[in-house]
């Protein structure tokens, strides 16, 4: 299934950016505020807006890729040395 959400949106020339902030203005369409205000609340939130330019390019986030990589290091070395 997710391959073929993939295909379909690169097919309609859409990046994961613009795929999730439509998503974002349906679900909002979708929900009466008056019947579920948090929801409504949420949906008009930015979580669904685009993520800043230079996201990755904290310290932060930084750290948590050092850290991946050096986990992912350490298990592709057990493996080779266990083959």
Do not use: C, H, W
């Not at 949420?42 to 990589?69: I, Q, W």
Request: no cysteine.
């Amino acid at each position: 299934m997710t391959q073929q959400l993939e295909e379909g949106r690169r097919d309609a020339g859409l990046d994961q950016i613009r795929v999730e902030q439509d998503y974002g203005r349906a679900l909002a369409s979708l929900v009466d505020p008056a019947r579920f205000p948090d929801a409504a609340k949420l949906f008009a939130s930015p979580v669904f807006a685009a993520p800043p330019e230079n996201l990755a390019d904290t310290p932060a986030d930084r750290e948590f890729d050092f850290g991946l990589e050096l986990i992912l290091d350490g298990i592709a070395a057990t493996i080779e040395n266990a083959a």
